[in-house]
């Protein structure tokens, strides 16, 4: 059998790797310095590659070792998944789950998701944390969070994706510009006019391009809103056009009466909002009743069947 390292050795060679100090890493893993120092040492000779440079001033890996650590860390969260199955199984999908969500998403769907889904699993903690797609995609690598809400990731070979709605995107603009009262644009009739959007790492960022670069219209670039309220905000005292997602018009746009919205006749644009996750997660089985249970929220919320 070919040699394995042991799980207390890459333990010790991800904290070396974040901290870059022996003996923080070494507390951090609640053992003595000697000892983290003779595991690494002892990894890396049956390994045959040097996976820490220790002749720079401060202790950093080697080109090969942070692809060793990125393995590592990546081995090492299967493990406590595992764990967490075993010890917990379905009754309280594993007692915490760390959900990432995006903040075009989120709010509006979170309120009505949550109190069934604790109604259901009682014991379940779920901690919460908001971001932008591209930064939670990332965050689930780096095993910050579990699992995210959000639109479909852009690179769907590192996550499993279960879907949950797809929203229509409609196109805002102030409620006296000379389209609004229209149920329908088309494209032509945006040329010229100024396009508002979210910042980088934000789907609607790369939707609000691509419908500038169609139809002539004038991307924004000088201004990116924090959130789609700012972006609202901003259509309503007349500085440009922009698209929201069906989840946030139904949610606030109840009392909205400085924007009007509208669709766009020959550019129809939709967007999938799904449940993702790495794909090699032995978690499964609990992202999936997670993502039954919000599919069920979005399709009441929606009004589809």
Not at 45 to 62: E, F, Y
Not at 123 to 136: I, M, N, Q, S, W
């Amino acid at each position: 059998m070919p040699y394995r390292p042991s799980h207390r050795q890459l333990e010790y060679l991800v904290a070396l790797g974040d901290i870059r100090h022996f003996g923080e890493a070494a507390r951090r893993c609640h053992v003595s310095q000697p000892t983290l120092s003779v595991q690494v040492a002892l990894l890396e000779k049956q390994l045959g590659v040097t996976l820490i440079d220790r002749s720079a001033s401060q202790i950093v890996p080697t080109p090969i070792g942070e692809d060793v650590i990125a393995a590592a860390r990546t081995l090492l969260l299967g493990l406590d998944e595992i764990v967490s199955l075993a010890s917990s199984g379905r009754k309280n999908l594993g007692g915490l789950i760390r959900l990432g969500i995006a903040p075009t998403v989120g709010p509006y769907l979170m309120p009505y998701f949550l109190p069934p889904l604790h109604a259901r699993f009682p014991a379940l903690k779920v901690h919460l944390r908001e971001d932008r797609p591209t930064a939670l995609e990332d965050r689930i690598r780096a095993g910050e969070i579990d699992c995210a809400l959000g639109p479909r990731p852009a690179d769907e070979t590192s996550f499993a994706y279960a879907p949950i709605c797809r929203e229509e995107i409609m196109l805002g603009l102030p409620s006296g510009h000379r389209l609004a009262g229209q149920d329908e644009v088309a494209l032509a009739e945006l040329t010229g006019e100024t396009l508002l959007t979210l910042g980088r790492g934000h789907r609607l960022f790369e939707n609000v391009r691509s419908l500038a670069e169609a139809s002539g219209a004038v991307f924004a670039e000088n201004y990116e809103g924090t959130s789609l309220d700012a972006i609202r905000q901003m259509v309503a005292i007349d500085m440009g056009m922009s698209l929201f997602p069906e989840l946030y018009v139904r949610s606030e746009f109840a009392k909205e009466q400085n924007v009007a919205l509208t669709r766009i006749r020959d550019w129809p644009i939709w967007r999938d909002v799904g449940l993702y996750w790495r794909a090699s997660s032995a978690r499964k089985p609990h992202y999936e009743v997670l993502a039954e249970m919000a599919q069920a929220t979005a399709r009441d919320l929606l009004g589809r069947d």
